[in-house]
T-cell receptor
């Protein structure tokens, strides 16, 4: 079967660092994506990992360990506008480029 | 210059009606998708077309029928709407062979 797990909700303080974890079990693996979704809006692309290690992009970094079926998204210097849902998605091994999404983590940033 | 545009943004309709949602992308992508996002915010794939050919057809009631007149357009027609069809429907596109998705702004469908 295919399974992607994330915590349902997290709370953090403005200016702090937060790590959102994602574990996955899928039929094949061909990359992992993180998306941000503000309430009532479309998901927007944040990061992509296909090899093990850390990808850094400004305040956001994403890490992947394929052997552990594990990824995390790290958000630094949190701002109020970072309050959103963060979706982990895995591209499986088929040729169709299908993305399987986790249920998302709703992050609330407090002053 | 919206990359992936969906219409309508909101749709309120009665049970038993038939409705369509339209999607267009101007990114030159070969592949388009329909996803359903339920009240728990879970995004689940429904269909995918690659250059007008259906390549993904998940377990979806056959009341849902996608149509792709060309690779820039993917429409979704829903017959005999039911209360459980209420959700946000997202269209997305990507390059063939890989790449992340670009999503449309979503269509919030409410069946009453």
């Amino acid at each position: 079967g295919q399974n992607i797990d994330q915590p349902t909700e997290m709370t953090a303080t403005e200016g702090a660092i937060v790590q959102i974890n994602c574990t996955y079990q899928t039929s094949g693996f061909n990359g992992l994506f993180w998306y941000q979704q503000h309430a009532g809006e479309a998901p927007t692309f944040l990061s992509y990992n296909v090899l093990d290690g850390l990808e850094e992009k400004g305040r956001f970094s994403s890490f992947l360990s394929r052997s552990k079926g594990y990824s995390y998204l790290l958000l630094k210097e949190l701002q109020m506008k970072d309050s959103a849902s963060y979706l982990c998605a895995v591209r499986g091994g088929s040729a169709t480029n299908k993305l399987i999404f986790g249920t998302g983590t709703l992050l609330a940033v407090q002053p | 210059d919206t990359a992936v545009s969906q219409t309508p943004k909101y749709l309120v309709t009665q049970m038993g009606n038939d409705k369509s949602i339209k999607c267009e992308q101007n990114l030159g992508h070969d592949t388009m998708y329909w996803y359903k996002q339920d009240s728990k915010k879970f995004l689940k794939i429904m269909f995918s077309y690659n250059n007008k050919e259906l390549i993904i057809n998940e377990t979806v009631p056959n009341r849902f029928s996608p149509k792709s007149p060309d690779k820039a357009h993917l429409n979704l027609h829903i017959n005999s709407l039911e209360l459980g069809d209420s959700a946000v429907y997202f269209c997305a596109s990507s390059q063939a062979g890989g790449g992340g998705y670009t999503f449309g702004s979503g269509t919030r469908l409410t069946v009453v």
